[in-house]
């Protein structure tokens, strides 16, 4: 006779989980077409009409409890993406404050600096801003490429300064 070995648990293949719980009858009225397709599956893939039923009935329930699920995800995508929208609607609304009113402090200087010089008289005075407004206007509307590489250099700036706030 041998000796016993120490060593007794052998090392094994693992097997899959069966599904073992005792299974519970459901019985349906179905559309004949219903019926049909059960049948047809079941005899393509060799299975009772009866596994083939519960398969499709469990991935039915599935899609529904994963739309219900998607239901809820929508409010909380929401309230992140208006989190993210107010900080930046905030950072936005410094810079259109600074921004204003560094514009208005150069326009009163301009203007009364202007309206100082001899021989501008007021209806002179009043042509000149008639005109820088109507010039205003319309660089206002147009983009170019200089505008374009400031509104870059503005976003990234923007976009910096977020990724501060969120470090903190």
Same mark, same amino acid.
């Given at each position: 006779?041998?000796?016993?070995?120490? $060593?007794?648990? /052998? !090392?094994?293949?693992? $097997? !899959?989980?069966?599904?073992?719980?005792?299974?519970?009858?459901?019985?349906?009225?179905?559309? !004949?077409?219903? %019926?049909?397709?059960?049948?047809?599956?079941?005899?393509?893939?060799?299975? &009772?009409?009866? /596994? #083939?039923?519960?398969?499709?009935?469990?991935?039915?329930?599935?899609?529904?409890?994963?739309?219900? &699920?998607?239901?809820?995800?929508? !409010?909380?995508?929401? $309230?992140?993406?208006?989190? &993210?929208?107010?900080?930046?609607?905030?950072?936005?609304?410094?810079?259109?404050?600074?921004?204003?009113?560094?514009?208005?402090?150069?326009?009163?200087?301009?203007?009364?600096?202007?309206?100082?010089?001899?021989?501008? /008289?007021?209806?002179?005075?009043?042509?000149?801003?008639?005109?820088?407004?109507?010039?205003?206007?319309?660089?206002?509307?147009?983009?170019?490429?200089?505008?374009?590489?400031?509104?870059?250099?503005? %976003?990234?700036?923007? #976009?910096?300064? =977020? =990724?501060?706030? &969120?470090?903190?």
């Amino acid at each position: 006779m041998r000796a016993e070995q120490l $060593n007794t648990k /052998t !090392p094994r293949s693992q $097997n !899959p989980p069966i599904d073992s719980r005792p299974k519970e009858q459901l019985c349906l009225w179905v559309d !004949p077409i219903v %019926k049909a397709e059960i049948h047809r599956r079941a005899k393509r893939e060799g299975l &009772y009409p009866s /596994t #083939v039923g519960a398969k499709l009935l469990k991935k039915g329930l599935q899609a529904d409890l994963d739309m219900e &699920y998607g239901a809820l995800l929508t !409010p909380a995508f929401e $309230n992140i993406l208006k989190r &993210y929208m107010v900080a930046r609607d905030n950072r936005l609304a410094l810079l259109l404050v600074r921004t204003s009113i560094a514009i208005e402090q150069t326009r009163s200087v301009a203007v009364n600096t202007l309206g100082r010089q001899p021989k501008v /008289t007021p209806k002179v005075l009043n042509a000149i801003l008639d005109q820088s407004l109507t010039d205003a206007k319309k660089k206002i509307t147009r983009r170019s490429p200089e505008l374009e590489e400031l509104i870059k250099e503005v %976003k990234s700036w923007v #976009v910096e300064e =977020k =990724k501060q706030e &969120y470090k903190a």
